[in-house]
């Protein structure tokens, strides 16, 4: 698994808790959105489609390059970061087809649109 | 009979929040507080530190089975579709039909189907000896409770149960 402190990361503008809007916060809502399809319901969530079940490497990485985009980078920009993602992603051995080992907790962002 | 299809077997026995509100018996495999009512336990089961709590142990089991057993974690999905399906159809049926005869928030049969799926994981990797929750969780269940939030820093601390 790679290091949570040692992943490829990227700048974007905006606070991703606070700052409805901003380009770091519709990333992270993309992809909240993209996670609760595999979460259980909880007080201010429907039960996921998929519950139950983890997505692939290669199910991330698009959910990854359609949040970039949704945030406003271009199809060639989002490609490219996602591909630095990918490249780290078989330094350590992890392939597309392989299931991620563990989903991440949701961030809890404040203020937006409700995504259910 | 394997171990996947005994736990089925028992979770086909479990009469679902039978002795919710009553007393907690002795022996179940937590450090255990009793909460009052459906109230207080629809709040708690509904909130974020249990959803975190929950799925910290889930993260546990298959980042323990990715590490040292990946082929074998491969297989967690297909793994998950047929317990679904097989759950579906019996012990998710009956706690479904309770809910909805008692009105009981949507998300509280979810974290039946949540907690009761993961049981079902955990013993399909037994063999791997996997860090064991919610077989542990299971008991509680079986003894007619409704395991719905922890108190104190995961995994120390307590479970609380109506």
Known sequence: ???QNEGVATKLVGDAFFDPGTPHYIAHDTMEGFWDTYRRASGG????????????NSQCNRALYNSLQEAGWTPADALR????AKAQQLEYGLRGWHEVPNLPNPINQQGGQPRW | MDTTGKLYTRLDAVFWFSQCGLALPAG???DCEPVPDWSEATV???GKYWDWVTMEARNVLTTYLDRFFRDEYQKWNGIAEEAKELLAGGPWAKVEAYAKEHE??????????WDTLNAVME???????????FLKLLEVYESGHFPCGWEGKFPKGRLLVL
Do not use: D, Q, W
Not at chain 1, 45 to 56: D, I, N, Q, S, Y
């Open chain 1, 45 to 56: 969530r429907p039960e996921g489609m998929l519950f139950g079940k983890v997505p692939t």
């Open chain 2, 44 to 46: 708690l089961s509904g």
């Open chain 2, 123 to 133: 013993a399909a990797y037994e063999r791997f000896n996997p860090p064991i929750f």
């Open chain 2, 104 to 113: 009981l928030e949507h998300f509280i049969s979810s974290c039946v189907r």
């Open chain 2, 28 to 30: 179940l495999p937590f």
């Open chain 1, 1 to 3: 698994m790679i290091p």
């Open chain 1, 81 to 84: 970061a996602v591909r630095h």
